[in-house]
């Protein structure tokens, strides 16, 4: 099995092909993104060594996660890096507890917390920088600047940025090449939709965090349980989310397709818009499988229009 998908791949950046479907690294770490999550690290190392072999080329991973943990595993399990393997990582926040962390956008701040990135993935380059989330108390070009002089210094190939509006994106824009937006974004919440639409016409990026709801999404239909992110659990047929109407929904398409509702969210996404790149992250092996497959799943056009009244 491999992560081939019915659909196109797409070019990162405009340079850099990448595969739709990744592979998120939150879900290697502990509860509030604090420690690793498994005791025995070459529980990790395997799960990230599958999903390569599996066909990922696009792995999503960032500074904080752990912290430094999810950085370490990514070098320790799959460098040197196959040639075609992109990783994206980000910085600008500093965690200090399970869900406890601050925003750090000081050019200084930038600067070290890229550099850290480069030596614990053990690479001179980073195919994909992400800030993090922008901070408040300093201006953007101020920001954006730091990070186009470590890409001028080829530290980092392309910028990336996480949790912004329309607006933001469009005043980025004008400072430095955006290649990557990731807001987040599932077939049950569209708040960011303006977002999407403003990549789409400019070619970049959407990486899509919680595809699967922070669990609510990951619930199995037609068997099985399609983990996607480290939250897991949830209802099945995200009923938290939209109550019994969107579970009757996603259960019946779930069941044409002899899928899971997990894998019905991750193809939606993939049909929904050419941009979209989800990297659902899962630490275990059977849920890593099956979010692969939805990226095999050809929904039809009336899957498509019960899902998209859904939101």
């Known amino acids: 099995m491999d992560a081939a998908t019915v659909l196109p791949g797409f070019p990162l950046g405009g340079d850099l092909p990448v595969r739709r479907l990744g592979f998120g690294t939150g879900g290697l770490v502990g509860p509030g993104y604090w420690g690793p999550r498994h005791d025995d690290p070459h529980r990790s190392v395997a799960l990230l060594r599958r999903a390569v072999d599996h066909g990922v080329t696009l792995i999503d991973t960032a500074d904080n996660y752990g912290p430094d943990v999810a950085e370490e595993l990514v070098a320790r399990a799959l460098h040197p890096y196959p040639e075609g393997l992109v990783i994206a990582t980000k910085g600008g926040v500093i965690r200090t507890g399970p869900d406890r962390w601050h925003i750090a956008g000081r050019p200084a701040d930038l600067r070290a917390m890229c550099e850290a990135s480069l030596r614990r993935l053990r690479t001179d380059t980073l195919g994909l920088y992400q800030l993090h989330r922008l901070a408040p108390d300093v201006p953007m070009a101020d920001q954006l600047g730091a990070l186009l002089d470590l890409q001028r210094e080829g530290k980092i190939r392309h910028i990336g940025l996480d949790s912004i509006d329309a607006a933001e994106l469009t005043r980025a824009r004008e400072i430095a090449p955006i290649a990557s937006v990731q807001n987040r974004y599932n077939v049950l919440d569209r708040a960011a939709e303006d977002v999407l639409e403003l990549c789409e016409q400019q070619g970049i990026a959407f990486l899509p965090w919680f595809p699967l709801g922070n669990g609510a999404l990951a619930g199995g239909a037609g068997g099985g349980q399609a983990g996607g992110e480290q939250a897991g659990g949830g209802q099945a047929g995200g ?40 990297t659902p992250g899962t630490g275990s092996p ?21 899902l998209d009244a859904l939101a």
Request: aromatic share 2%; net charge negative; glycine share 12%.
């Open 239 to 278: 009923e938290q989310a939209g109550g019994a109407r969107v579970g009757d929904a996603l259960a019946a398409v779930a069941a044409r397709h002899g899928a899971t509702i997990g894998q019905i969210a991750l193809a939606w996404l993939l049909h929904h818009s050419p941009v979209l790149l989800p």
């Open 286 to 306: 059977a849920h890593l499988d099956e979010n692969l497959a939805a990226g095999r799943i050809a929904l039809t056009e009336g899957d498509l229009a019960l």
